[in-house]
């Protein structure tokens, strides 16, 4: 391999949902800023999960004995330290914030995927944008979820602009919000629990008739590749955000959907959001 060609970094869960959640331009994100802070903090949980150090019990999350090296120790210690377990969405909800975007987008800078670029305002504001500075890690991401959906990517450069052109009209109403800021199974991670849903939610006020035993899994496009655990919750990540079909608008939509269907981080964060969105209605009435 040729020795100047830039080789793509391993990212976490919260790095690779945020890299493809930024405009490759202007390094604004291209969803609105409480769907981009809450599956961030969806993908923290599905990043501890995937390391072993936190696990579904019930519809409570738990630490495990497993103590892994993660940039995400601050979290997982809280986890651990909780007099009592909470819900996936109440851990959702915890983690949520303007700092963990910040420090996730601070650590992909450190290592040269991104740019930290700050904008005066009047003179005494500062917004913080992050565009992509490599390109060689967002282009990998592209391969697998292609590969995962049966669509190979002959051109993931062409594919990632023209995925940042099917956002830029989301991308410009977040962006006047200011951020500031091993091949395994599913098994591995604990994915396909149909009672993830908090006790409070509609969801569990009945049974999922979606779930893996109740119906039989759709067969994979032809060509399709079994994806690694990574790529299946990332793809899980991105529909929970509502980014995956403006990503990929031709992707076999049936393919993701099946692909991500119980994975509790992303159903936590589909939760989350249906709050927020309900709050933010409720409150354009009154």
């Known amino acids: 391999m040729d020795a100047e060609t830039p080789k793509a970094v391993e990212l976490s869960l919260p790095q690779a949902f945020l890299l493809l959640a930024t405009n490759d331009k202007d390094g ?156 395994a199974r599913w098994a591995d991670v604990g994915a396909f629990d149909a009672g993830t849903a908090d006790a409070t939610t509609p969801e569990a006020a009945a049974p999922d008739a979606t779930t893996p035993a109740a119906e039989t899994p759709a067969p994979a496009k032809p060509g399709a590749q079994t994806p690694d655990a990574r790529t299946t919750a990332l793809i899980a990540l991105l529909q929970a955000a509502g980014l995956f079909g403006k990503l990929f608008p031709e992707a076999d939509r049936s393919r993701a959907s099946e692909l991500a269907r119980g994975y509790w981080p992303s159903r936590a964060v589909e939760d989350e959001l249906r709050l927020i969105r309900l709050a933010e209605e409720e409150a354009a009435t009154l």
């Open 28 to 183: 604004k994100p291209e969803v609105p800023v409480f769907a981009l802070r809450t599956t961030l903090a969806g993908a923290i949980l599905a990043e501890l999960a995937m390391l072993g150090a936190i696990e579904l019990q019930g519809k409570h999350v738990r630490a495990t004995g497993t103590v892994p090296q993660t940039d995400f120790q601050h979290e997982l210690e809280l986890i651990r330290g909780k007099s009592r377990p909470h819900t996936p969405k109440a851990w959702v909800a915890i983690l949520e914030g303007r700092a963990e975007v910040r420090r996730v987008y601070e650590a992909m800078a450190s290592q040269g995927i991104v740019e930290h670029v700050g904008e005066k305002h009047l003179g005494r504001f500062r917004a913080v944008r992050y565009p992509k500075k490599d390109h060689a890690s967002e282009e990998a991401l592209l391969k697998r979820i292609q590969a995962a959906l049966g669509s190979a990517l002959s051109d993931p450069e062409a594919a990632a602009s023209k995925a940042a052109e099917a956002t830029e009209a989301v991308a410009t109403e977040a962006g006047a919000a200011d951020v500031g800021v091993s091949d």
